[in-house]
């Protein structure tokens, strides 16, 4: 393995129980869509991620990515590709439609949800995982119904662009299709599978 | 007082001493060593090294002795085992027409160059049960040529392309990896790469019997063994700090060709195509088992009618491996109480109708039916 | 318990888990879908639990406390063989208990005890595809799937109203999840289909010679299929389990003698030891037999 020209910034302390205890939340996440919860442990597993990278966002693709699944960097900096280079063997694809995982840190400018793979009718599997950095989760804005959810549950998620949920729900017409999110804030994550259905509190009060 | 019964740990360690004992047998015959299994039963542990998908003689070999001389057994072993091994890297093609032969036959040609090359074979013994070998024999030297085998020989299906009569095999475009089925699910529809894996690691006498069938009318196969060779090859990778090949070590291999006649379609002339089989070590029922099923699975590419259970990708794919289908088989040893009584329950109910009786037989408390709320 | 030397936390290498990690959130966002994964060959044989095998070791973590049922009991030898083989591989804390549990791995039965958030129930698979018995070639299942076309189900279950006069699945009773994927549940009794219906628990579904896993998120719809004039329906006994007497639970038939005699007992054995250590008896239990 060929040294790095800078200092690399480690990966987890314990790449078996901090993977574990990551994928755990991350499952719990999509499991139940629309719940806020911190990353555990990552003050001590992972200190420190290249930027632009939330530390949530660097523990998932740790977790989650390696030599088998093409990633997406909307801002694919040299430190960063180096780090994921290193500890995960991710290959980096140049179209956001190449890639299984891919990681947009600046929502405001980011290709079309439609830009990503869908899947396909006979293996809607083979589909994307968005990660997704915003500024924060807040108590209200959107109510979200589905799988997961007991009755349905209220969230804001801030910092989207404006038309990111119609541009999801125009998506959902061709369920099962679709790509999942996984929207992460410093440590924490939250899960929105393709199943879960969002409506937006002022749409409420328009219809 | 009725006593549920327990399981229990204790009654698995003691099936595996019972088990352990009865490997090992009478202790006043010695024990068997892996390397005497090596040595001595070495088609054994070719076959345990194809279908456990791992070349290495001596755990093949260990496998065997922990088996019990059971196949499927061992198979099993080496493929656990196998999964837990990392990745360094993927070896180049090997070249079997750079083959060190030991053995080379053809069937199509009375001589060829390079020769017929009989080698170590069963084929023209006589089956007679030899008593010598109750007793320890010295090895007999080897008879020796007496001149050198050339360094390279041309394949038969060579010799026949040069005149355009044997169908091209070319790489598909771009040179695709193939899949590799022991990190990834069999899907279907499934190339040619991917079969000839998946038969390289299936079971031998499912191979041999379902190439067996094609040649009993179930699929139109005219088959002829172009060439069957035997012997080792070199092992090359390209590390990528060096960025050119090196040795690593070379492998016994079986290659069999099998020419079957084409009748040809619109776009194609009449020409012969090619069954091909290759496996791990001294293989042959295995490799030519091999190459009749692979084209056999190229009917319908060849646009032939596919009537035969040999030409059902699905169907041979899905049942070649042992490992799957003896667990699978030996699955129903798990107790079923749960669906059985479910079942015994339904047969209950339906012989009641039958028989018209409303009344449940002599010391039943046959259940009922009742909607479920959460249905409802 | 030292876990073996030689071999990763809980058997599987790390980028194998990855690649299972990746397709269970896949089967969580896809409810009742069959994902495709790599599945390995597994110390146990295929059939015995593979899937489930390779579900658990994939999730399990030094804090979870494991429970393995088979047949609904902890005590069966394959239950008690996994048992061990995850002390051994990963030195986790395991329990009979099913409200202890976070982790339960399960063939045939789900608990009697209502699960809870908390818990995750992992069902061993034997055959995932539920058109399978009507339709053996994946090819066309796969595009049946895709299609969401389950005619074929309903047309078998249909014919066998009109040739038995009810549905003639007891076991493996299909389900249709979140409305979209017709779905088989394993072989668990029709009996505990209702319990795979707004589930508080997460349940995942594991095929390791099929090469499959898929899913039901908790607090997801799941409806055995049915007609409106053969509503779905669920096996109820008259009389209660002879040992604990509990009448709601799924009873197994045990046979005394040769003579026709048997009992039925609870097949969840967690469920029926406890209710017995509270002092709920039945008929066959030491102090009715000595009260007759």
């Known amino acids: 393995m060929n040294a790095p020209h800078i200092p690399m910034l480690p990966g987890f302390a314990d790449p078996v129980d901090d993977g574990q205890r990551v994928f755990r939340a991350l499952l719990d996440a999509l499991a139940r869509p629309g719940t806020v919860r911190q990353l555990p442990g990552l003050q001590v597993s992972l200190p420190r991620v290249p930027a632009p990278l939330h530390v949530a966002a660097g523990a998932v693709l740790l977790s989650l990515t390696d030599f088998e699944t093409p990633l997406w960097l909307q801002s694919p900096g040299g430190e960063l590709a180096a780090w994921l280079r290193f500890h995960c063997g991710a290959p980096l694809v140049a179209e956001p439609g190449e890639a299984r995982f891919a990681v947009i840190d600046s929502p405001a400018t980011m290709p079309p949800l439609s830009a990503f793979a869908q899947g396909e009718p006979e293996y809607p599997d083979r589909s994307a995982t968005l990660i997704v950095q915003v500024a924060g989760f807040e108590p209200s804005g959107l109510r979200l119904r589905g799988p997961g959810i007991k009755a349905e549950c209220c969230i804001g998620i801030a910092g989207l662009p404006a038309g990111f949920w119609r541009q999801r729900r125009d998506a959902q017409a061709h369920a099962p299709l679709g790509v999942d999110l996984l929207f992460v804030a410093e440590q924490a994550v939250l899960g929105l599978p393709r199943s879960t259905q969002v409506t937006q509190a002022d749409e409420d009060k328009e219809n | ?376 | ?292």
């Open chain 2, 1 to 376: 007082m009725y006593v549920a019964v327990k399981g229990g740990e204790t009654a698995i360690l003691n099936s595996h001493e019972l088990l352990a004992a009865a490997r090992r047998g009478d202790e006043r015959v010695p024990e068997i060593t892996p390397a005497q299994i090596r040595q001595q039963l070495r088609l054994a542990v070719a076959r345990v090294m194809s279908e456990g998908s791992l070349y290495d003689e001596d755990l093949a070999a260990l496998a065997l002795k922990q088996a019990a001389g059971d196949q499927v057994e061992a198979i099993f072993l080496l493929r656990a085992y196998r999964t837990t091994l990392p990745r360094f890297g993927y070896s180049l093609p090997v070249d079997t027409s750079r083959m060190a032969l030991r053995r080379r036959i053809s069937a199509a040609f009375k001589d060829l160059p390079g020769g017929q090359v009989l080698g170590p074979t069963y084929d023209y013994t006589q089956r007679l049960l030899d008593f010598s070998l109750c007793e320890p024999s010295a090895s007999p030297l080897p008879p020796r040529a007496d001149e050198p085998l050339a360094e390279a020989m041309p394949r038969v299906s060579e010799l026949l392309g040069h005149e355009g009569l044997m169908e091209e095999e070319l790489p598909l475009p771009g040179d695709p990896a193939p899949v590799d089925l022991s990190r990834e699910p069999l899907s279907f529809p499934a190339d040619r790469a991917t079969r000839l894996q998946n038969l390289a690691r299936g079971d031998e006498g499912f191979l041999l019997a379902m190439g067996y069938s094609t040649q009993r009318g179930y699929a139109n196969s005219h088959p002829f063994a172009g060439e069957i060779r035997m012997g080792e090859v070199a092992l090359e990778i390209v590390p990528e700090e060096l960025g050119f090949a090196i040795t690593i070590g070379e492998i016994t291999l079986t290659e069999c060709q099998m020419i079957n006649q084409f009748a040809g379609s619109s776009t194609v002339p009449p020409q012969f195509t090619r069954g091909y089989g290759l496996a791990f070590g001294e293989a042959e029922r295995k490799s030519m088992a091999m190459a009749l099923v692979d084209r056999a699975l190229r009917a319908a590419e060849l646009g032939e009618e596919t009537t035969a259970p040999a030409q059902q990708p699905e169907f041979v794919l899905s049942h070649s491996d042992n490992v799957e289908a003896s667990g699978f088989v030996q699955h129903l040893k798990l107790p079923h109480y749960v669906d059985f009584q479910s079942e015994l329950e339904l047969l209950r109910k339906m012989r009641n109708r039958h028989e018209g009786r409303m009344k449940v037989g002599a010391g039943g408390t046959a259940p009922t039916e009742v909607a479920a709320e959460e249905n409802a």
């Open chain 3, 1 to 292: 318990m030292n876990t073996i030397a030689g071999y990763n936390f809980a058997y599987l290498d790390e980028q194998t888990k990855r690649m299972i990690r990746r397709a269970l959130l896949k089967a969580v966002a896809i409810p009742g879908y069959q994902v495709p994964f790599g599945s390995r060959e597994m110390p146990l044989p295929y059939g015995w639990g593979t899937g489930g095998i390779q579900i658990t070791a994939s999730i399990l973590g030094r804090d979870d406390v494991l429970k393995v049922i088979d047949q609904g009991s902890d005590d069966t030898t394959n239950a008690v063989n996994i048992r061990r083989f995850f002390a051994r591989t990963a030195g986790i804390a395991t329990t009979e208990k099913t409200e202890d549990a976070t982790i339960i791995q399960t063939r045939h039965r789900i608990p009697e005890k209502p699960l809870s958030e908390q818990q995750i129930m992992v069902y061993q698979v034997p055959l995932p595809e539920p058109l399978a018995r009507l339709e053996p070639r994946e090819a066309v299942t796969r595009k049946l799937h895709a299609l969401a076309d389950y005619g074929l189900m309903h047309v078998k279950l249909y014919e066998d109203i009109a040739r038995y006069g009810h549905i003639a699945s007891t076991y493996d009773y299909p389900v249709l999840v979140n409305g979209r994927y017709l779905m088989a549940p394993s072989p668990i009794p029709k009996f505990d289909n209702p319990k795979l219906h707004m589930n508080p628990a997460l349940q995942l579904f594991g095929a390791g010679r099929e090469k499959r896993v898929y899913a039901i998120p908790p607090y997801t719809k799941v409806e055995s299929l049915d007609f409106e004039d053969h509503p779905f329906s669920v096996q109820r006994w008259e009389d209660p389990c002879a040992l604990c007497g509990a009448e709601d639970s799924f009873l197994d038939e045990v046979v005394l003698d040769d003579a026709g005699g048997r009992m039925f007992v609870c097949s969840d054995s967690d469920y029926c030891t406890t209710r017995q250590a509270a002092g709920h008896t039945g008929s066959q239990s030491p102090v009715a037999k000595e009260a007759a």
